[in-house]
């Protein structure tokens, strides 16, 4: 349950990380939608990294 939990705060942190940075346009507010879907993006191509890499480094250490 530990590796879990740790598992959805990276990968939901690495998601707010570039959904920061895919918001450039300083005068264009973001909308709900256009943040959700960067959230989404964000778990999408994140959660297989952290999955792959996560646990062999988890053995290791």
């Known amino acids: 349950m530990k590796k879990v939990i740790s598992f959805l ?3 939901l942190c690495g998601s707010l990380v570039l959904s920061g ?3 450039s346009d ?3 507010q973001m909308s709900l939608n256009h943040f959700l879907d ?3 993006f964000g778990f ?3 959660a297989p990294f ?3 890499l996560g646990i062999p480094y988890g053995f290791f250490s």
């Open 9 to 11: 705060i990276s990968t």
């Open 21 to 23: 940075l895919s918001f």
């Open 26 to 28: 300083g005068y264009k």
């Open 38 to 40: 960067q959230i989404m």
């Open 44 to 46: 999408m191509y994140i």
């Open 50 to 52: 952290v999955i792959i």
